[in-house]
């Protein structure tokens, strides 16, 4: 029965009319292929990642479904197909894995893998969770691409494909599944590899689902009772259950040592947590010019001394000649 009705489910996919693509309306900039998902579960409206992403827990068994517009925002006609791969997380960032499949992706199916798109239009698709009973628990992830068929050749001769991916949290368990959380475990200061000085937070994932971690860092009580900021934290850090990470969030150059009284505030989700400390930036150091192993005044120093000891060096010779010269 169980083969069946997957035998069943695949026929009515291909089956599926293709979808009619509407216009893109002329406000609304973009290039290439796009994705937007569209399905919000109610309870997660106010979820600023289920709003981008298709985040959920599921029962073993259970089956969702998640609609998705796909744009090509270009001025002629593209050839797009839709299908899903597996992700990692490397270094706090959500990374493709196209090479190493993984369960959630046999999973996952969508009811138009190929779309061919008028000029600046869209059309939605609707991607399938279908989970198997048996399934393992725990949390999965991976991607849903919408990717242009046919590459773009540059003038250097390398052709490049345009792809824009949903990213897909799939905890599958009993119940609401394991809660996120997480905490800030420390603030310091350091410097960037720019020279730009940074706010470096150590963040702890202490719940049992992958977090998104943006924030913000504002600076008061400085030199004079002066403030700056805030800073945002431009790109989300993913941080898997159990692991830590540090966050960095640049400043601006130029800003005194302080010290400061600085508030670092993290978002994921619903979650927010902030955490106030006393700190000092670096003090920046003076750059020395590419290709001197010294500045000018040690040169200086250097030519001096030298020609010193040169002329020491000859008065010398001319005293000892003078004593050992026959009378």
Known sequence: MKIAAVALL??????????????????????????????????????????????DNVAPGATIQRRVTISNFD????????????????????TPDDAHPNELVSWISVDHPTLTLPARSAADVTVTIAVPADAPEGEQYATVWAQADAGRQTTSGVTV?????IRVYLSVGPGNGPASDFAIEGVTASTGADGVPQIDAVVHNTGGRAIDVKGSIALRDG????????????????ILPGATHTV??????????GPWTATVTLRSGLLEREQTVTLSL???TQPVAPGSGLPWGGVVLLAVTGVGLLAAAVWGLFRLRRRVSPT
């Open 10 to 55: 695949g026929a009515l996919l291909v089956a599926s009319p293709s979808p009619t693509p509407t216009p893109i309306a002329d406000d609304i900039g973009g290039s290439g292929i796009g994705i937007q998902l569209l399905d919000i579960p109610v309870d997660a409206q106010d979820d600023s990642r289920a709003r981008t992403n298709i985040v």
């Open 75 to 94: 001025d002629g006609e593209q050839q797009a197909s839709v299908s899903a791969a597996a992700s990692t997380v490397v270094d706090g960032a959500f």
């Open 161 to 165: 494909v345009n792809r824009s991916g």
């Open 223 to 238: 030199p004079g009772m002066t403030s700056a900021g805030p800073f945002d934290l431009g790109t989300a850090t993913t």
């Open 248 to 257: 960095s969030i640049p400043l601006a150059a130029g800003l005194s040592a």
């Open 282 to 284: 670096p003090v920046p």
